[in-house]
């Protein structure tokens, strides 16, 4: 059974509609024809519809015929759908099918994994070391996880300080659990990660957003946070380097930040340090818990995920205060126990390759740097782009709303963050992330996870998208 690429499919992820081609069409030097897709792509394009745009009648429907109330949980019929994780995967999937997408969007190192690192793991099935681990992690693992807080931090934390959890994103939520209550609020800078909002709901508290301006390199205002915090204000969360602008906050900032912190008894920090050791000199990384006042009031949220490489490895870790993270390993026990038995075991080796992952990590973040100045370079030469030079992780969090408004032939109107990314992607075949799922609608966050040659590709993909909108728009 087959069947052609449809614009529902494409606009279910985006929230937006667009004519996708029905007949052969010059994409830049690619010519694009509908090809067939296969059933198991129609079973995946339902599940994206069904998750953009879930259909309350017929879940009510299906209830009322079978007599057997079948519907949801009110919590998690407000949660949105990861945008990051629906487009991702919808590209894999043109991707498989045969169409020839430029994929930017997902936040995944496409280097391999470490040899010594993946070694370890290999070693780990072959010794048998496949059980059951600890609840909280191996032994091993925490007791390294403390050296490198030592060492690279300036933290001092003991093993049953430590809980190892299926990658950083269970950590982060796990934390958020702990300590929110239903109306606590959660303090977000935007633009933010798409998941801490939606974390914030499963708490059943409030996410309160502070926006941020590309003028300021999306860091947050002191006196801004200042202004907006209650008695109802629990949790701060920041992210530095930042998903998805890239920036990192200066040890003076988050002085400062430290200080209208330690005036709010009941407010604690989730500080999301997953970038850590991506980063770009001269900007140096400051551990929030490593400010005065600041270590028992700290949450902090590490994994190996994006340093080592090791996404599939699902492998992330929690630091803070012993009653917290005791309360984390206690959800943690009754939704998925510990961590995988063999991952620790690689994490254990990626943690022994020195400092900030030695000569390894080094060399893949050369690499980040010299596609992140590329990027930079290129769009600062086109009209009407703005951009925020990244000091680490590896995206670019692009402002293209200088475009909005535009009419483009055979598509129709831009007017905001998804459009325009619809329009990259159904038009010139090129995935990014709308801004709007990330809390900023004024740009679009592109992934430089990937080489050269496939940046430059994509580089004048968007160039060629962007050269027919300027007859619509002043720019």
Same mark, same amino acid.
Request: glycine share 6%; proline share 6%; net charge positive.
């Given at each position: 059974m087959s069947s052609h690429t449809s614009a529902a499919v494409i606009s279910s992820a985006f929230t937006a509609t667009a004519p996708y081609p029905d007949s052969?069409?010059?994409i830049g030097s690619i010519r694009f024809q509908p090809l067939p897709l296969s059933l198991s792509y129609c079973k995946i394009s339902s599940r994206i519809s069904a998750m953009a745009k879930p259909n309350d009648a017929e879940a009510l429907l299906s209830s009322t015929s079978s007599s057997v109330d079948t519907s949801l949980s009110p919590r998690v019929k407000s949660l949105k759908p990861s945008k990051t994780m629906v487009i991702t995967d919808l590209a894999s999937t043109l991707v498989q099918s045969g169409v020839p997408v430029i994929r930017l969007a997902a936040g995944e190192p496409d280097f391999d994994t470490p040899r010594v690192v993946a070694e370890a793991g290999v070693n780990a099935i072959r010794d048998g070391f496949t059980r059951y681990s600890l609840n909280?992690?191996?032994?091993? !693992?925490? %007791?390294?996880?403390?050296?490198?807080l030592k060492e690279e931090n300036g933290l001092t934390y003991a093993p049953d300080q430590i809980l190892v959890s299926n990658g950083a994103k269970q950590s982060l939520l796990q934390a958020v659990l702990a300590v929110c209550s239903p109306g606590d609020e959660v303090i977000i800078p935007a633009p933010y990660w798409v998941s801490y909002t939606e974390q914030a709901r499963l708490a059943d508290a409030t996410p309160v957003i502070i926006p941020t301006k590309i003028s300021d390199n999306f860091l947050l205002d002191?006196?801004?946070l200042e202004s907006r915090l209650t008695e109802k204000s629990r949790l701060l969360i920041l992210c530095s380097p930042s998903n998805p602008t890239g920036s990192v906050y200066p040890k003076s !900032?988050? %002085?400062e930040i430290a200080r209208i912190i330690a005036k709010h008894p009941r407010l604690m920090v989730l500080s999301d340090e997953i970038y850590e050791h991506i980063i770009y000199a001269p900007a140096t990384h400051t551990s929030f818990a490593s400010l005065p006042n600041?270590?028992?009031?700290?949450?902090?949220?590490?994994?190996?995920?994006?340093a080592f490489a090791m996404t599939g490895w699902r492998l992330g870790y929690l630091a803070g205060p012993k009653h917290i993270v005791a309360a984390c390993s206690k959800l943690q026990g009754q939704v998925s126990s510990g961590a995988s038995s063999i991952a620790q075991k690689a994490g254990v080796a990626a943690l022994g390759l020195g400092k900030a992952g030695g000569e390894t990590v080094a060399e893949m973040v050369k690499a980040y740097r010299e596609r992140r100045d590329f990027l930079v370079k290129n769009f600062r030469e086109m009209e009407g782009v703005k951009i925020s030079e990244p000091q680490g992780a590896f995206y670019l969090f692009i402002d293209f709303s200088a475009y909005y408004g535009a009419e483009a032939e055979g598509f129709g109107l831009i007017s905001d963050s998804s459009s325009l990314a619809l329009y990259f992607l159904d038009k010139f075949q090129v995935a990014t992330v709308p801004g709007d799922a990330f809390g900023d609608d004024t740009c679009i966050r592109i992934s430089y996870a990937t080489s050269l040659d496939v940046l430059r590709a994509a580089v004048e993909k968007i160039r060629k998208a962007l050269e027919p909108l300027r007859a619509t728009v002043s720019v």
């Open positions: 052969k069409k010059p909280a992690g191996i032994t091993e !693992l925490r %007791e390294a996880i403390c050296h490198k002191p006196k801004d !900032l988050l %002085e600041m270590y028992e009031r700290t949450l902090t949220v590490n994994g190996f995920s994006k």
